[in-house]
RNA sequence: GCGACCGUAGCUCAGCGGUAGAGCCCUCGGUUGUGGUCCGAGUGGUCGUGGGUUCGAACCCCAUCGGUCGCCCCA
């Protein structure tokens, strides 16, 4: 009889880690917390799922969503089909907003933590279901401007403490892009905020390729480009933006939007935040401010952190005006960034600060009893439950790399002793009084 | 959804027409109460799956599934 065996395979798009990195993403979603929390957000969650047509509010989004449902359904079942995994926290928090709106208090600040589904082809730093940590502040009728240099500023904040190597973020504003395209008398300003978009990717020559083909003049093609490669650590693109002689009220709104928020953030060390005109993003609900976030030494990954302003973020689901401005960490992108090119700092497999041995079968009262004492002051202790050889129990904690490994006493009267696996040392020592 | 490349042990890969290999990992051993190094032994694969060509296929051909990378889109 040969037993069948189910061979699982690792199933793409949705990762997950041995303990040793889940434990380093812990830390990372520990650090992230309490910065968000430090600047006075509130922590929600929202479900997994939520009804298609929650989801669908906002635009067109069909492919990505994964629909869930019964595997056996009933036949009066077909009414609950109707729901899915969220793919971001924004529609959620809209919802949320929109149900809970009578007990909130505004200017409305939260942070959330949570998985999120996406149904599309995998790559390098791209996933089917990931953590993002979101921030965002909801006003009702206005959220003031600060807010959209302080969101920047926060994530800036998180992203040094995360050592993660060099990295920028980049800032627009939506406004001025489209302003200029009103100005300059075009009417469909889609297809070139795609092509502005890109420009980092593939190049100036080819972006004007873009341009041209979505029906621009040379000239007009011309003054564009130029825009698209404005870059300043300050507020001087406003000159540079000035000089293209194009002007219109919604581009002097932007400009002057996006000079405010750059004259907040002068506090930050040069070289973190840039006003990058190139920058627009795709999602269709933007309307202000919009941010991404590059790792210098691979612009090429993607954004790790982006979001923006919008005009209204639940007017589908409330008949209220509630504008916003929210910021995202892909935490699952750039970890796996990390991970990838071996730059998390890999340490211990589990938690533990102490593993107390069983010096023989007789002794496990002793043992349990010290590590009792030692878990009340705060240690984090294992106990070896099988009487194994003293090797077997050394290579044990070796293996999972826990630092320190407890020895009860062999034989009565004798002193406990503890042993610093990394120096070797070894000391005698009591449990009611040792200290790392 | 479209295009390019790739599927051999848990992992990294070699073998490219004549009966499945290495390194790492894992397990055990190298005697009394102590890990890492070293030495020895062992477990583990119907070579992604199905068909075809051949006396004979991991190897050649076709299909299929899975993976990686681009495009689209995005964290």
Known sequence: MTKQIYKPRPITGFPEWLPEVRLIEQRWMDHIRRVFESYGFCS???PSVEEIDV???KGEVDKEIYVIER???DENDNGESRLALHFDQTVPLARYVAQHFNELDFPFKRYQMQKVWRGERPQAGRFREFYQCDIDVIGVDNVPLHFDSELAAIMVDILRGLNIGPFQMQISNR??????????????????????DKIEKIGETETKKLLIESGLNDDKATIILKFATIKTQDSSFVEQVLALGVSHETLAQGLAELASVMNQLTHIEKGFVLADLSIVRGLDYYTGTVYETKLLENTDFGSICSGGRYDDLA???INKH?????????????FEYMRINNK????????????VCLPSEDKRDEAAQTARQLRERGFNVELYHT?????????????KAIPFVWFPPFEDGQPHEIKNMQTGEQTSADPQTWEK
């Open 344 to 355: 998390l700092e890999i340490g211990a497999k589990c938690p533990t600060d102490i593993l």
């Open 315 to 317: 007017g589908s689901y």
């Open 322 to 334: 509630l504008p916003g401005v929210g910021i995202s960490i892909g935490l699952s992108r750039l």
């Open 387 to 399: 009487y194994q050889k003293i090797k077997k129990q050394m290579a044990y904690a070796e293996k």
């Open 55 to 57: 989801l669908r509010a």
């Open 175 to 196: 406004k001025i892009l489209m302003g200029l395209c009103a100005g300059l008398g075009i009417e469909d300003p889609a297809p070139i905020t795609r092509a502005v």
């Open 44 to 46: 929600i969650e929202t």
């Open 71 to 73: 595997l056996h359904k």
